[in-house]
């Protein structure tokens, strides 16, 4: 199944329960974000990535650029552990990892999280692949991702359990919007994949698509 048909799924079985004035709200801010542009003034293809130095869950420094020299790396930015959305995406890529794998490539995924909460993502979707934290978002930020929720929302949120400050050890209610990038070993974007509207994301089927092309490509430069 796609993760579009799975989010679907969710939403057909979610969405039934929460009150009419309250999805129209959720939605009419997805609407004002998408149309504030923010997803088109992301870094994009032909860019090179920023520094990412950032620590797991268990407090181990990864450094992303280092692991370019092993082959391309998939790199996932997720809202949280708190979102639906982003447990099916992780849980979905976690599916795709063997491939991807297969394909000399490497996955990881950041959020704003503090590690206990990357720890309890980590735990539920049996993830093989690290999950970093973007401590106030820093990283986000330099990909210019990041929002500010509005303030309509976070009562809302709130009394849906997702306490944006609690799970991000900070007061700032920011995020970054969902996006996944393909960045090959010279540090350079191959595919960028950005979209303000949560219930959107890169299907896993797509990532390996682009890396089988990756690779097609290295091939023809070596003969």
């Not at 959305?85 to 704003?112: G, M, R, T």
């Not at 890169?202 to 003969?223: F, Y």
């Amino acid at each position: 199944m796609l993760l579009k048909d799975e989010i679907q799924k969710m939403q057909e079985a979610m969405l039934p329960q929460i009150p009419e004035d309250v999805l129209k709200l959720l939605f009419s801010k997805i609407e004002e974000l998408v149309n504030s542009g923010i997803a088109e003034r992301t870094l994009t293809e032909g860019d090179e990535i920023p520094q990412i130095i950032l620590p797991n869950a268990v407090g181990k420094t990864i450094n992303v650029n280092s692991m370019l020299k092993d082959g391309p790396v998939v790199i996932s930015f997720y809202r949280g552990a708190w979102c639906p959305y982003c447990n099916l995406e992780l849980n979905a890529l976690q599916k795709a990892l063997p491939e991807i794998k297969s394909l000399d490539a490497q996955l990881i995924a950041i959020s704003p999280n503090t590690p206990d909460n990357s720890i309890s993502s980590i735990e539920k979707h049996g993830l093989e692949f690290e999950v970093l934290t973007d401590a106030g978002n820093k990283i986000a930020k330099e990909f210019r991702l990041v929002f500010n929720l509005a303030e309509e929302l976070r009562p809302i949120y709130k009394q849906f359990n997702f306490d944006i400050p609690k799970f991000n050890g900070d007061e700032s209610w920011e995020l970054p919007i969902p996006a996944t990038y393909i960045v090959n070993t010279d540090g350079k974007i191959v595919h960028a994949f950005a979209n303000a509207d949560y219930t959107q994301r890169m299907e896993p089927t797509e990532i390996i698509n682009k890396l089988k092309e990756l690779t097609v490509q290295k091939q023809q430069a070596i003969n």
